[in-house]
């Protein structure tokens, strides 16, 4: 199971805290994003790190409590803002680059990195003769009534990524004075992911790619994740995710324990809305809303996004009415039309910085505010339930 961190009190404490006891696992973070950003932009650390902070007035405008517990991060692990800002903006930072790409300056960034004694992987320069793999994709699964056995409201996600990142996931609960506790599962470094909250609001995640991506400074997706599990009702959720344009392409999953369910298809252009059907919501890397999908990329031959997708709203349409935990899991654990399947295995003949997987899965039940997590690929292991 992933390590379970409990930090409270004020921002900056709880950053303290949160990085002293996660120190080692934001190490593997930062080797795995430098070696990330060597590949796909030719850029070294430092560079990375500078342009990083450019963010740091946007981050003090809209979420200043938030950037004072990376301050708090930062000093508690031993690293500089500017990287923990890096970890938290890297969506932003990577956005409107192309699937695969091995940028030709990726060997002198490497390079540069050693030489200043950068956190590196084994297998970082590990790429000759191998596959292009894809940039990571997740399928989302949410239910509520009519569609559940016991009138609860379920949302379920792969979170599909690089497998060696699997190292340095965490469960973060947070206790903080003015904002509801939460559960959040993330990596390292970073402030939140997918998660849920007391007030009975979670969220999920999925990466969309549009042709704007990239292209301004915007809301990094991570940060409003963490204001969006900071929100004690769904209509101040719905106000984050429209407060300011995005840089990059995504889609946030919401639910409520009420009974909501809501997908936010964001874009540099804006946000579309996504509403349930009789109580079902699926989701995975492609845009389903006419306007979105109009400026989206076209998906990559390696994409599986339109083969999950059909086959996660089949299966919840099969087992509408009677959806509880047992459904969710098999859901997630589905291996139909492999390898291009909602439940994802590693290919060996695909290099390391392109080689991606599930790298867990996690089902939240809301109405008893409990996250049960697959700390793996979700076929191979259990899902332990983590209670806020």
Not at 40 to 61: I, S
Not at 120 to 141: I, N, P, R
Request: charged content about 20%; aromatic content about 4%.
């Amino acid at each position: 199971m992933f390590p379970l961190i409990t930090i409270s009190g004020e921002p900056y404490e709880r950053g303290l805290q949160y990085g002293a006891a996660a120190a080692s696992l934001i190490r593997h973070s930062i080797a795995n994003y430098a070696r990330l950003f060597a590949y796909r932009r030719g850029m070294a650390w430092e560079d990375v790190q500078r342009e990083a902070l450019t963010y740091e007035p946007l981050l003090r405008e809209i979420a200043p409590d938030v950037l004072v517990e990376m301050q708090g991060i930062a000093v508690g692990a031993g690293r500089t803002l500017a990287e923990i800002i890096a970890l938290n903006v890297r969506t932003e930072l990577l956005a409107g680059i192309g699937v695969g790409v091995h940028h030709p300056d990726a060997a002198l960034a490497l390079a540069r990195n050693r030489a200043v004694g950068v956190p590196t992987h084994a297998e970082s320069g590990a790429t000759s003769g191998l596959s292009v793999g894809d940039d990571g994709e997740c399928t989302t699964a949410a239910a509520a009534p009519p569609a559940t056995a016991n009138d609860e409201v379920w949302l379920a996600q792969t979170w599909d990524w690089q497998g060696d990142q699997r190292a340095a996931c965490i469960i973060l609960r947070i206790d903080g004075p003015g904002i509801p506790s939460f559960l959040t599962l993330t990596e390292a470094g970073m402030v939140a992911k997918i998660g849920l909250n007391q007030a009975g609001i979670a969220v999920g995640l999925n990466l969309l790619r549009s042709t704007t991506d990239g292209q301004r400074q915007g809301m990094p997706v991570h940060v409003l994740l963490r204001l969006m599990l900071q929100a004690t009702d769904v209509m101040t959720a719905r106000r984050l995710a429209k407060q300011i344009p995005a840089g990059g392409s995504s889609c946030i999953t919401l639910a409520s324990a009420d009974g909501q369910l809501l997908a936010f298809e964001i874009t540099p252009t804006g946000v579309a809305e996504l509403f349930p059907h009789e109580g079902l919501l699926a989701h995975a890397n492609h845009c389903l809303d006419a306007t979105t999908a109009a400026g989206e990329c076209a998906l990559e031959p390696t994409s599986t996004s339109r083969e999950r997708y059909g086959r996660a709203w089949t299966l919840l349409q099969e087992s509408a009415g009677r959806i509880g935990l047992d459904v969710l899991q098999a859901i997630l654990r589905d291996h139909e039309g492999a390898p291009r399947c909602i439940c994802r295995h590693p290919d060996p003949r695909i290099a390391a910085v392109d080689r991606n997987e599930s790298v867990c899965g996690v089902i939240i039940d809301l109405s008893h505010r409990t996250m049960h997590v697959a700390a793996h690929i979700p076929c191979q292991v259990p899902f332990v339930p983590v209670t806020l």
